[in-house]
């Protein structure tokens, strides 16, 4: 069955007809509660946010309630939303000849002004493909007539698109609140000056953080490597992120969209900072979001009061890359309990430094029922430790395990990371001792009045070398090693009884290193492997690792030379016009210490390092004084 409806027509009684047919329809009814839906003909620009996920993973992430509040707050100006259809949807839109919606209106993508995705992980990006191709759109950018809306995308993946450019028409680098209504109102600007979206790349290339593929060519040598990436037709050489100076101004979704399904992260999200600057050497989010800016006690204080009322949660999760390190966590979380947990209202931390403080902190807010601890050693010897600049010492992480069984935890998870730069099988070993000494620890530690038996759970990841980090030039190991690391340390725990061990797919981890270091060779094997059957490659019951090795061997590119080849010093890489703020020299020179084992402070309480964001993009490092 084929449609053929006028434009801005409601799918709604066909879409309506199939979710009976489907596992939890609920999640994609749309109309939650503080969802907005404006009336079509009365708009200037109109976005299609399509998120490469499905709804369950989609309605937790922050970057998306932050801009559709942006958006929708604006009038003439509206976003709707979509996410990934699982298979049995997909299965019956494909059937009955019926294309991808938005969850508002019910409205045919295709006929939305722009098309915007955001890429946070590598393994979406068949997903992306997928979706352009069930909203009835030719998946190349080049295919895709000037009467066709361009595809935009941001998020961390933005910082190496290469791989996407056949596919994107624009990509947003940075944070893009303001970046996004300026490419807007150009659209409304180009449109009235009967131009269309060839012109409106041409101009959006001048916005700071927009990235426009076409005008940029990248040339080769005969193996491979990269020799030029020039610029065309005034299009800037670099491109420096878009950041947000005072987050306390920042637009921020206080009437947040409540999801009608259980969703992963189903609580109150308060963003209390931006930024890290601990350093850790594999981290590319602590860079991207360079420099730590804080929001004051006040402007929290007041956006949780708005957020309780206009949704009706009783828990407030306290979010950033690492929510101990707020300069006024401890007050924050005594301002927020005095306020709100006589209405049953709860805080929550999702993430903990390993120290003494940060189990305080999570003894505050889990007086009642303490539902586990994570912590993220990240490697087992102190000599790796250095290495990755984690700042942390094996007295540090037995004092924190201690503080937790002490005061009645009994569950605790740990992360750890195998295939680190410089790593030996002497830190293997010193991963495997220190598991041990943990539950050790924990066995001392816990209280006999506390009847619930001990449960630590070890999640193991490989390695995966990001762009923008100090580790951008180390190589993967190769499958074979990962798999000998793995199998080493699932002997080693095998004995302990209350210890559950569980490791990363490492087939997953290794086409993650290929697209974080690849470059715009791999479009054409992005598009084999989606033509043979790879979506959703994220969940693991979907993910075909031979599909993946076809895809390659079809189109004549060795997967083995972009995840595991050491890149040298003055080599040009994928991202090289691409900025983070952040110097490369800088990088080089972390990438050294790391190689000596040597330290970087913590550029908040100690020196300044010389990274660059603050004089490259003139913003600095914003602290929140206590009592505001």
């Known amino acids: 069955m084929t449609t053929k409806k006028e434009w801005g027509t409601s799918l709604a009684p066909l879409i309506e007809s199939i979710l009976p047919l489907v596992e939890q329809p609920a999640q994609y009814l749309g109309g939650e509660y503080n969802s907005q839906k404006k009336d079509w003909h009365s708009l200037k620009a109109r976005v299609a946010f399509l998120f490469p996920d499905t709804y369950e993973i989609g309605m937790s992430h922050l970057g998306l309630r932050i801009l559709y509040q942006v958006v929708n707050e604006r009038d003439g100006f509206a976003m709707e939303r979509s996410f990934v259809p699982k298979p049995d949807l997909e299965n019956l839109l494909r059937e009955k000849g019926l294309p991808l919606f938005t969850w508002e209106s019910y409205l ?97 290339m001048q916005i700071q953080g927009v990235y426009v593929p076409s005008f940029y060519r990248v040339s080769y ?63 590319q989010a602590g860079i991207l979001y360079r420099p730590v800016r804080e929001k004051k006690i006040s402007t929290l204080v007041g956006q949780t009061r708005k957020l309780t009322k206009n949704t009706g949660y009783d828990e407030i999760g306290l979010i950033s890359l690492s929510t101990a390190d707020y300069s006024q966590v401890g007050p924050l979380i005594d301002r927020l309990l005095d306020e709100h947990s006589q209405n049953g209202v709860g805080v929550s931390l999702p993430s903990l430094r390993v120290d003494a403080f940060s189990v305080a902190l999570a003894e505050k807010v889990q007086k009642v029922r303490k539902s586990g601890l994570t912590f993220a050693p990240e490697a087992g010897s102190q000599r790796l430790r250095d290495i990755i600049n984690k700042g942390l010492t094996e007295e540090d992480i037995l004092k924190a395990v201690g503080a937790a069984f002490q005061q009645g935890w009994t569950s605790l998870k740990l992360y750890f990371m195998i295939g680190l730069p410089e790593e030996t099988q002497e830190d293997l070993a010193g991963m495997a001792d220190l598991i041990e000494k943990i539950l050790s620890v924990a066995k001392r530690a816990k209280p006999k009045w506390v009847k619930k038996p001990i449960a630590i759970s070890v999640s193991v990841a490989t390695f995966v070398p990001k762009p923008h980090t100090p580790f951008q030039w180390q190589g993967q190991n190769s499958r074979e090693q990962v798999q000998k690391k793995q199998q080493y340390l699932r002997e ?91 110097d490369k020299k800088w990088f080089w020179q972390e990438w050294q210490k790391a190689q000596k084992g040597e330290l970087t402070e913590d550029c908040r309480s100690g020196k300044c390092t010389g990274c660059g964001v603050c004089q490259k993009l003139d913003v600095g490092i914003d602290l929140a004084k206590e009592g505001l």
Not at 156 to 177: H, I, K, R, Y
Not at 182 to 189: I, N, Q, R
């Open 108 to 204: 045919d993508v295709q006929e939305f002004d722009i098309i915007a995705f955001t890429l946070q992980y590598e393994m979406s990006y068949t997903n992306i493909l997928n979706m352009l191709d069930l909203a009835g759109l030719p998946l190349l950018a080049k295919e895709r007539g000037d009467d066709m809306p361009p595809v935009i995308a941001g998020g961390l993946g933005a910082f190496n698109p290469e791989p996407l450019t056949d596919f994107v028409d624009l990509f947003c680098l940075g944070e893009s609140e303001n970046q996004l209504i300026e490419l807007l109102a150009l659209w409304v600007k180009v449109k009235e000056a009967g131009g269309g979206k060839s012109a409106w790349l041409k101009e959006a």
């Open 221 to 283: 040598d005969c193996v491979g490597n990269i020799v030029a990436i020039e610029a065309k037709d005034a299009a800037p050489a670099v491109i420096e992120k878009a950041v947000i100076k005072d987050l306390d101004s920042a637009p921020y979704p206080t009437c947040s969209m409540v999801p009608f399904t259980k969703v992963v992260h189903d609580r109150i999200t308060l963003e209390v900072m931006r930024g890290c600057s601990r350093g850790c050497r594999f981290c």
């Open 492 to 582: 080693r725990l095998r004995p302990l009884r209350q210890v559950k061990f569980s490791c990363h797919d490492m087939n997953l981890s290794f086409i993650e290193a290929v697209f974080s270091r690849g470059d715009r060779r791999l479009g054409k094997v992005l598009l084999e492997a989606w033509r043979l059957g790879c979506k959703m490659d994220a969940w693991s019951e979907h993910f075909r690792y031979d599909l993946w090795l076809k895809a390659f061997a079809n189109c004549g590119l060795d997967p083995v030379w972009y995840s595991e080849r050491n890149i040298d010093e003055l080599a040009m890489l994928p991202w090289e016009h691409i900025s983070s703020g952040v």
